[in-house]
């Protein structure tokens, strides 16, 4: 590897991590505005024009707060816990592909920090690490309600790791990679021999389980069960003040930012987008499809948003009859129904 | 029983059908219900800088009247504490000396005028009582304090400024 090569990659992850956590700073600003839209009000909009300056306030505001770790807590795990949680939430976009290549004065730029070839599986792996910055804070902080939290976050995530696993089975089954490279670029442009490209229109059922388990995977309503405030005061990030409580909040929508890009990228063609092909220029071509990604995402946040301010939270019997005895059943079916198609489609 | 209304509706519990039961009907048609939200113009009124109006009939912080040429017209009579409900107003009353002709409409007025604000119900009582049109609940409302004794609003406060100044 070149020296400008490494150079090229150490500015992807710096740019990369700096886009994660401005989408993440504008994501908790965009998530009050569109509370407010919901519900007829106008939000925040006193800080700067429309209330733009708003999320710095908040992030000096956390800064700012007293820090207390409760006397009993156990000191170490209570700093791991949100640690680890934001930690694990911002490696995840590490193997998202965001663009096709551009070529700079010779140099081909890979728009993607690594094409490992077993992509999904990290996803997977990431997301199932993400529960232990969860679990750890509420177990440290010695808290009966943080520790429900924990034991509820644990209980529901893995539950819904097992549906989202067995869905991105069938999404293999099509696309017979793991890579999420191969697999965005399987799903080039919107129409060819005579079906949609895009995963979506492949694995419908698919795209539905994998969307209900991203809502359970990343606490947001109707899941958001660890975190409840009426019935836990706040869950697992009870005892948490000053900006390790931030960062609980912070992981969780980079979380959101993340897994709209992984279903953007799986299911809804990631960079690619119709027409593409009449474009010649490759450069062009390659920075609107980062621009067509990102709008995706944007999407995604916005749908996250959208369910959050108009569907009620799951009772806790309600959410494990859901994973275990609806979603669980559906994700296999899905297989069978998605094996006999190729089967068929094959001969 | 009898109905009052026709607008009673029997409900009855049946067991969920499959389209209920599968959850997603219902949440589509609530997304679309917020996306109608969305939409709308916000109810909100920017307090400091937009004000709502108040209606005709709002009753507001006392105002002590003057006539035309600028003179008092209380004479402390006391109707207005009389009729009070919450015994929220008290006065003293003073003759009026020579000279003094041009501050006060007739022989007698309230030296001292007092209301606690904490005790009004604003009810509109004494604007009723008053025989002299002298007392009106016109105002604003009236603003939060810190201490108790800064809620009795004395002649100060509540009669209206000087006609030409």
Same mark, same amino acid.
């Given at each position: 590897?070149?020296?400008?090569?490494?150079?090229?990659?150490?500015?992807?992850?710096?740019?990369?991590?700096?886009?994660?956590?401005?989408?993440?700073?504008?994501?908790?600003?965009?998530?009050?505005?569109?509370?407010?839209?919901?519900?007829?009000?106008?939000?925040?909009?006193?800080?700067? *024009?429309?209330?733009?300056?708003?999320?710095?306030? &908040?992030?000096?505001?956390?800064?700012? +707060?007293?820090?207390?770790?409760?006397?009993?807590?156990? +000191?170490?795990?209570?700093?791991?816990? *949100?640690?680890?949680?934001?930690?694990?939430? #911002?490696?995840?976009?590490?193997?998202?592909?965001?663009?096709?290549?551009?070529?700079?004065?010779?140099?081909?730029?890979?728009?993607?920090?690594? &094409?490992?070839?077993?992509?999904?599986?990290?996803?997977?792996?990431?997301?199932?690490?993400?529960?232990?910055?969860?679990?750890?804070?509420?177990?440290?902080?010695?808290?009966?309600?943080?520790?429900?939290?924990?034991?509820?976050?644990?209980?529901?995530?893995?539950?819904?790791?097992?549906?989202?696993?067995?869905?991105?089975?069938?999404?293999?089954?099509?696309?017979?990679?793991?890579?999420?490279?191969?697999?965005?670029?399987?799903?080039?442009?919107?129409?060819?021999?005579?079906?949609?490209?895009?995963?979506?229109?492949?694995?419908?059922?698919?795209?539905?389980?994998?969307?209900?388990?991203?809502?359970?995977?990343?606490?947001?309503? *109707?899941?958001?069960?660890?975190? #409840?405030?009426?019935?836990?005061?706040?869950?697992?990030?009870?005892?948490?003040?000053?900006?390790?409580?931030?960062?609980?909040?912070?992981?969780?929508?980079?979380?959101?930012?993340?897994?709209?890009?992984?279903?953007?990228?799986?299911?809804?063609?990631?960079?690619?987008?119709?027409?593409? &092909?009449?474009?010649?220029?490759?450069?062009?071509?390659?920075?609107?499809?980062?621009?067509?990604?990102?709008?995706?995402?944007?999407?995604?946040?916005?749908?996250?948003?959208?369910?959050?301010?108009?569907?009620?939270?799951?009772?806790?019997?309600?959410?494990?009859?859901?994973?275990?005895?609806?979603?669980?059943?559906?994700?296999?079916?899905?297989?069978?129904?998605?094996?006999?198609?190729?089967?068929?489609?094959?001969? | 029983?009898?109905?009052?209304?026709?607008?009673? +509706?029997?409900?009855?519990?049946?067991?969920?059908?499959?389209?209920?039961?599968?959850?997603?009907?219902?949440?589509?048609?609530?997304?679309?219900?917020?996306?109608?939200?969305?939409?709308?113009?916000?109810?909100?009124?920017?307090?400091?800088?937009?004000?709502?109006?108040?209606? %005709?009939?709002?009753?507001?912080?006392?105002?002590?009247?003057?006539?035309?040429?600028?003179?008092?017209?209380?004479?402390?009579?006391?109707?207005?504490?009389?009729?009070?409900?919450?015994?929220?107003?008290?006065?003293?009353?003073?003759?009026?000396?020579?000279?003094?002709?041009?501050?006060?409409? %007739?022989?007698?007025?309230?030296?001292?005028?007092?209301?606690?604000?904490?005790?009004?119900?604003?009810?509109?009582?004494?604007?009723?009582?008053? *025989?002299?049109?002298?007392?009106?609940?016109?105002?604003?409302?009236?603003?939060?304090?810190?201490?108790?004794?800064?809620?009795?609003?004395?002649? &100060?406060?509540?009669?209206?400024?000087?006609?030409?100044?």
């Amino acid at each position: 590897m070149e020296l400008a090569d490494i150079i090229i990659k150490f500015a992807l992850v710096v740019i990369i991590f700096a886009i994660s956590l401005l989408i993440a700073l504008y994501s908790t600003y965009a998530e009050r505005k569109v509370a407010a839209f919901f519900q007829d009000r106008l939000g925040p909009n006193r800080a700067g *024009p429309w209330g733009i300056l708003q999320p710095f306030a &908040d992030g000096g505001k956390m800064f700012l +707060k007293e820090e207390i770790i409760p006397a009993t807590a156990s +000191k170490f795990l209570f700093i791991a816990g *949100p640690s680890l949680s934001i930690f694990t939430a #911002c490696i995840g976009s590490a193997v998202i592909p965001w663009g096709k290549q551009l070529v700079i004065a010779g140099h081909t730029v890979d728009l993607q920090v690594t &094409d490992i070839n077993v992509g999904v599986l990290y996803i997977l792996g990431v997301v199932s690490l993400g529960v232990y910055g969860v679990m750890i804070g509420g177990w440290a902080s010695n808290n009966k309600y943080s520790l429900l939290g924990a034991i509820r976050a644990a209980s529901q995530n893995i539950s819904y790791e097992i549906s989202m696993g067995l869905a991105i089975i069938a999404l293999l089954l099509v696309t017979g990679t793991l890579s999420l490279r191969q697999i965005a670029e399987q799903q080039h442009g919107f129409w060819a021999n005579g079906w949609f490209t895009w995963n979506f229109f492949k694995q419908p059922l698919g795209f539905l389980l994998f969307i209900v388990c991203a809502f359970a995977e990343t606490n947001r309503t *109707p899941f958001d069960l660890p975190e #409840c405030e009426t019935e836990l005061i706040g869950g697992y990030h009870t005892e948490y003040s000053s900006m390790k409580l931030g960062f609980y909040l912070f992981s969780e929508y980079i979380n959101m930012f993340v897994s709209g890009a992984v279903m953007a990228t799986l299911y809804f063609g990631g960079y690619n987008f119709p027409f593409m &092909d009449m474009i010649h220029s490759p450069n062009l071509v390659a920075i609107l499809g980062v621009v067509a990604l990102f709008a995706k995402i944007f999407f995604f946040i916005f749908f996250f948003m959208w369910v959050r301010w108009t569907i009620p939270r799951f009772r806790y019997d309600q959410l494990m009859d859901l994973g275990w005895k609806a979603l669980i059943p559906l994700a296999i079916a899905n297989i069978v129904i998605t094996g006999i198609v190729i089967t068929f489609l094959n001969r | 029983m009898e109905a009052l209304s026709n607008k009673r +509706k029997v409900m009855e519990s049946k067991p969920l059908n499959f389209l209920e039961r599968i959850y997603l009907p219902a949440i589509f048609q609530g997304l679309a219900i917020t996306m109608r939200h969305f939409w709308r113009k916000p109810v909100t009124i920017q307090y400091p800088e937009q004000q709502r109006e108040y209606s %005709e009939n709002f009753r507001g912080l006392h105002s002590l009247k003057r006539d035309e040429n600028g003179k008092e017209r209380c004479t402390a009579c006391g109707l207005c504490a009389l009729s009070c409900p919450a015994e929220a107003i008290t006065m003293t009353a003073a003759e009026r000396q020579k000279g003094e002709e041009h501050l006060y409409r %007739e022989e007698k007025y309230a030296a001292v005028y007092e209301i606690n604000m904490l005790r009004c119900i604003f009810c509109g009582l004494c604007e009723e009582a008053c *025989p002299k049109e002298a007392i009106y609940l016109d105002g604003p409302h009236v603003t939060s304090d810190y201490l108790r004794k800064d809620f009795i609003y004395g002649k &100060d406060k509540l009669v209206e400024a000087p006609l030409n100044q």
